[in-house]
């Protein structure tokens, strides 16, 4: 996961995924039909392990709006004490592979759909709380968001600096959930 | 460019782009030190070649706040158009070669900027015109609505679906910018 998240599916080799691993290339193929099939596991894996973002949306103890808050925040702290070197494994695989894998972008909507679910559930319980306006569609907000975060942490990469992430931050919240 | 714009950067040889080109592979290094030194010109010329998206933005016959929805209308139109299936050049190189590639990054960098100076000179004019409201400092603006726009970009991709584009086209100008 570590190499495919640093170096990009395509950037890397079987090799060198086994090289990380600390395991013989030839014992790849008994455990994977292919690269791809491992790329699907492992975005599978990410997503998995992304559980703590989860546990900050779903933790009732805190008001929704305060979850999201918290959400992305806590992963503006992470890119910012990773100097920006490692994207989301979602946004590159989408950017990467989307028109060559039809089983790479199936496992990559399916966690973008499923993030956009748990975030959509938060902002209709702010909604219903009365702490964001009733306006927007839950369902368009969630999906804008997480977007909108995609495209916020590929430009802090690009530019090595947290401007967009701050941007995301302040516009997201003060603008679009106000 | 098409080749790197399909493919990607590590998804294609150096073989790849001159069967595209229909040139003997030698003939390349007569041109190009490096594949990374054809990426950046091609960057450069992608770049250049979006001047219908800044001809959109500089019309000065068009009102800017309509400038703004023309810019991004156009360039939903075109995606649908090709079924998702073309991405951004810019937001693919961001994702894959952002940390792997100092020339390219700077590159990318570079045209994201001049594409953020470029929108934010319209988001002034759309306050100045009392248009869109003063609240929001225009760089901000801008920097969130090119992002947030390059995740829309991915995220349609990735769903073979125009949602992602609807949604950044409905909550950009009737939540951010309003």
Redo the contacts between chains.
């Keep these: 996961m570590k190499t495919l998240l ?3 599916f ?2 890397c080799g079987v090799q060198d995924i086994t090289s990380a691993a600390g395991v013989p290339k030839g014992s790849f193929y008994n455990h994977f039909e292919s690269k791809e099939a491992l790329g699907a596991e492992v975005i599978e894996r990410y997503w998995q392990s992304s559980s703590s973002r989860l546990a900050i949306l779903r933790d009732a103890s805190v008001s929704p709006l305060e979850r999201l808050r918290r959400c992305f925040t806590s992963q503006v702290e992470a890119l910012v004490e990773w100097n ?2 490692r ?1 989301c494994l979602l ?2 695989f ?3 592979m ?3 894998s039809t089983v790479l ?1 199936a496992r ?2 399916a966690a ?1 759909a499923e993030w956009t679910r748990e975030l959509e559930q938060v902002i209709q319980q702010a909604q219903a709380a009365g702490e964001i306006p009733q306006g ?1 569609p839950p369902a ?2 969630a ?2 968001l ?7 942490v ?2 802090a ?4 600096s947290r ?2 992430l ?3 931050l ?2 997201a919240f ?3 959930l106000a």
């Design positions: 640093q170096r990009g395509n950037g920006y070197e994207g946004g590159n989408a950017a990467e989307s028109d060559h972008r990559v909507a973008f927007s368009a907000l999906t804008f997480i977007n909108a975060w995609e495209g916020a590929l430009r990469r690009v530019d090595k401007v967009a701050d941007a995301y302040s516009l003060d603008k679009v």
